[in-house]
T-cell receptor
Framework: GAGVSQSPSNKVTEKGKDVELRCDPISGHTALYWYRQSLGQGLEFLIYFQGNSAPDKSGLPSDRFSAERTGGSVSTLTIQRTQQEDSAVYLC????????????FGQGTRLTVV | AQSVSQHNHHVILSEAASLELGCNYSYGGTVNLFWYVQYPGQHLQLLLKYFSGDPLVKGIKGFEAEFIKSKFSFNLRKPSVQWSDTAEYFCAVTRQAGTALIFGKGTTLSVSS
């Protein structure tokens, strides 16, 4: 596609429910990143994919968070048993995955846990 | 662990004032450096980048940044800001391909006309 696409753009869920957030990277981009953006916290790194594997998942805040990527393309971030502190904007970015390349960002999914 | 520090949380300037936003990183090896900007209601977009070569890089909208390796810094500058520069600015660092892109906490710039 022309850019990184994320869905849904907004999600309101009840505390304790599971949510899935989707990211469609730019076609041909092998690297994919997930971030969480909260007020005053900047962009918190969650996980990085190169192809379908995740060489760095050090930013996932708890075992309630998981992500997968299939076919070297679409990625899904899953949050189980959501808590109110999970409320944030979840951003996805992709890049060519080679040295000296930049990342392109999607519009994000605004998650609100009530 | 690699980290990025942005020293200014919120900067308030009048139009035509000069801007400098600080960014320091902790990793000592070869790095790629970026500044991203997020205008109100919009997604993050690249302002400028440094990969190698001339340490003074120029980006869009009159912004520039200087990489000083000895100081582990990559400060963003603009000689004369405009009201339309009101946005949040993020510094980011990555090592060679295959590692994560790490961001600072961001600096909110408010420019009054």
């Amino acid at each position: 596609g022309a850019g990184v696409s994320q869905s849904p753009s907004n999600k309101v869920t009840e505390k304790g429910k599971d949510v899935e957030l989707r990211c469609d990277p730019i076609s041909g981009h092998t690297a994919l990143y997930w971030y969480r953006q909260s007020l005053g916290q900047g962009l918190e790194f969650l996980i990085y994919f190169q192809g379908n594997s995740a060489p760095d998942k050090s930013g996932l805040p708890s075992d309630r968070f998981s992500a997968e990527r299939t076919g070297g393309s679409v990625s899904t971030l899953t949050i189980q048993r959501t808590q109110q502190e999970d409320s944030a904007v979840y951003l996805c970015a992709s890049s060519l995955g080679r040295r000296n390349t930049e990342a392109f960002f999607g519009q994000g999914t605004r998650l609100t846990v009530v | 662990a690699q980290s990025v520090s942005q020293h200014n949380h919120h900067v308030i300037l009048s139009e035509a004032a000069s801007l400098e936003l600080g960014c320091n990183y902790s990793y000592g090896g070869t790095v790629n450096l970026f500044w991203y900007v997020q205008y109100p209601g919009q997604h993050l977009q690249l302002l400028l980048k440094y990969f190698s070569g001339d340490p003074l890089v120029k980006g869009i909208k009159g912004f520039e940044a200087e990489f000083i390796k000895s100081k582990f810094s990559f400060n963003l500058r603009k000689p004369s800001v405009q009201w339309s520069d009101t946005a949040e600015y993020f510094c980011a660092v990555t090592r060679q391909a295959g590692t994560a892109l790490i961001f600072g906490k961001g600096t909110t710039l408010s420019v009054s006309s």
